[in-house]
């Protein structure tokens, strides 16, 4: 089904690796189409409750974008380029299962903006990351200069950005890009054990879950706050609700439905 991409489904849990090896898996204008597409079948997939993403081989998750078409881009492919690939990482962000990157290597600009925008980062001990675009005569176009900020802070976001130096997986972790660093092996185990935890709770107390912490970045505290408050109230009419309140209760393990 992609030539690009390897989709494979274990439910509760979903995976996509990418699969451009021989090109350290840089992001193509290709890629991102099947990226659109294969989020449409797990988004339409009510059997998927966590979404893994990694790289494949040995080297890297993402090693930034294909510098053959990179080369190619003048103000009107930038833009456009830029644009939809906004919209398809929009997406990782706003799908309303968690998304885990994976990260097997090197994570640099737009591989980087791919994994920021999933909702939590599982790093190999090995792993590197990084903003490099100014070294090209660009900035980055994919979400960089706005979802880095956000996840580590202003500061470390500018230098990150302004001396395309890279960081590896221990500092990654110190400034909060990644949640979790294991030993490569153990990568994948890692990323699993975390999405399956996930996968066990109420379906749609995490959707809400995510989505109200994702409005806490772009709105006022009292805004997000009501928003908050609306969520909590929805989920409180759930059949979710009176099963976790029940099961607990009854000192057993819940069965969410995802209703």
Not at 12 to 26: K, L, W
Not at 155 to 179: P, S
């Amino acid at each position: 089904m992609f030539e690009l991409l390897i989709y494979k489904k274990e439910a509760p849990v979903a995976f996509i690796t990418i699969n451009r090896p021989d090109a350290m898996n840089a992001l193509s204008n290709a890629l991102v189409e099947e990226f659109d597409q294969v989020f449409d079948l797990v988004e339409q997939d009510d059997q998927i409750r966590a979404l893994i993403i990694t790289g494949s081989g040995e080297k890297a998750f993402m090693a930034g974008a294909d510098i053959k078409e990179l080369e190619k881009r003048d103000l009107i492919l930038g833009r456009q380029q830029t644009k939809r690939r906004q919209e398809v990482f929009n997406r990782v962000a706003e799908m309303k299962i968690p998304v885990i990157a994976a990260i097997n290597g090197f994570a640099l600009g737009a591989g980087l903006e791919l994994a920021i925008a999933c909702t939590l980062r599982v790093a190999c001990a090995e792993a590197r990351f990084g903003s490099p675009e100014v070294n090209l005569g660009i900035i980055p176009g994919d979400g960089a200069t706005q979802r880095l900020p956000r996840l580590v802070g202003f500061g470390t976001a500018m230098e990150m950005v302004l001396t395309g130096d890279f960081v590896d997986a221990q500092e990654a972790h110190r400034i909060g890009l990644v949640n979790k660093v294991v030993p490569k092996e153990e990568l994948m185990e890692a990323a699993i054990k975390l999405a399956a935890k996930i996968a066990a709770k109420a379906p749609l107390a995490v959707q809400c879950a995510k989505e109200a912490v994702n409005r806490s970045l772009e709105v006022g505290l009292y805004e997000g706050l009501a928003h908050e408050s609306y969520l909590h109230a929805f989920t409180c009419a759930t059949e979710d609700k009176k099963e976790g309140v029940t099961a607990f209760l009854e000192k057993r393990k819940p069965d969410f439905q995802g209703r």
